[in-house]
């Protein structure tokens, strides 16, 4: 059984198909953070190596047999990831990639390759995949996952299939928290479900202890309230180190700023008097145009505080009455 829900009867057809081994042999899985992009990988690659046979229209590896108890270790089963010390995924890694697949299987059935980001290959790495994707070989499936699929050549995009995951409403949201984090207070959980926009892995991610005063300090400094950009910018990734957790902390950023200024503009529009063009439109508007630039940004390796501190530069808090 999936531990996904709300990814409808296409996914379900596509876990049967991983299991006989008739699922596109390129698969692109795309999706906002926190909506179940590398569970559904890690499901749909344990489906395709499971080597029970007893049933093959089952939509969901066994749990059992020796392929399935490999989990991770099994080796035919082949990830590509950032290194901890790198911006991207080498060029080498993806050569490497090549060779491996290149070989027989080690239990028989098939292989898997993960490659996730996608969107972390260059585009030699990229232009190196190819290859693969033109000619993968018998029972080999390849498996990307990102958040951002227009990053990828369109030679690639056409190599392969796509799953969308589906966002989820915001109750079913809160019943999957209720399930997963029981011990936390249920106006916690409700608050976090409604930041999450249809994304359990975000809702999850929200539940912090450090997000709530985030949530805060960018409300108060769309207001007018709080300090200046680059002191909201420092504090926002304050006691945040390594790469990787900086980089997650600012798209946290992003994802709030987003949220306030989306309710924002809602607000707006939705005042009787309120013109469709008015200044307070403008404003919310501005921003998030800026602040899907910022996304880009930070993924062609701009400094996060850098970063932050433009999109918060786009507001003027001397301006408050703009964006409330």
């Not at 906002?32 to 080597?51: F, H, M, N, R, Y």
């Not at 227009?150 to 995951?165: G, H, K, N, Q, W």
């Not at 006691?239 to 503009?265: D, E, M």
Request: proline share 6%.
């Amino acid at each position: 059984m999936s531990a996904l829900i709300g990814q409808g009867e296409g996914y379900a057809r596509l876990r049967v198909a991983a299991r006989l081994r008739r699922m596109h042999h390129g698969l692109l899985v795309t999706g906002p953070a926190g909506s179940g992009k590398s569970t559904a990988i890690d499901e749909l690659a344990a489906a395709v190596l499971c080597a029970d046979e007893s049933d093959r229209s089952a939509d969901a590896a066994c749990g059992e047999c020796p392929a399935c108890r490999a989990g991770a270790a099994h080796p035919d089963l082949f990830r590509v990831e950032i290194p901890e010390d790198k911006d991207e995924i080498p060029v080498d890694s993806v050569r490497e990639l090549r060779a491996s697949l290149m070989r027989l299987p080690v239990f028989g059935r098939a292989r898997v390759a993960v490659l996730d980001p996608a969107d972390g290959l260059n585009l030699q790495g990229q232009n190196a995949l190819l290859k693969t994707l033109e000619e993968p070989g018998r029972d080999t499936f390849l498996l990307l996952g990102t958040r951002r699929p227009e990053a990828l050549l369109d030679t690639v995009r056409s190599r392969i299939a796509v799953l969308l995951m589906r966002t989820l409403p915001e109750e079913q949201v809160l019943a999957r928290l209720a399930a997963l984090e029981p011990e936390v207070e249920p106006a916690d959980r409700r608050w976090a479900a409604g930041l999450a926009e249809g994304c359990v892995g975000q809702a999850r991610a929200f539940l912090g202890e450090e997000i709530r005063p985030l949530y805060v300090a960018l409300q108060d400094f769309l207001a007018g309230r709080g300090g200046t950009a680059i002191q909201v910018a420092r504090a926002a990734l304050l006691g945040v180190s390594g790469r990787i957790p900086t980089l997650h902390r600012a798209r946290q950023v992003l994802w709030i700023l987003r949220t306030l200024l989306r309710n924002a503009l809602w607000k707006v529009l939705a005042s009787a008097d309120a013109a469709p063009y008015s200044a307070g439109a403008s404003a919310a508007c501005t921003l998030l145009e800026t602040l899907l630039d910022a996304e880009s940004d930070l993924a062609q390796r701009i400094p996060p505080e850098q970063v932050l501190v433009h999109v918060l530069l786009t507001v003027d808090p001397q301006d408050s009455t703009a964006i409330r």
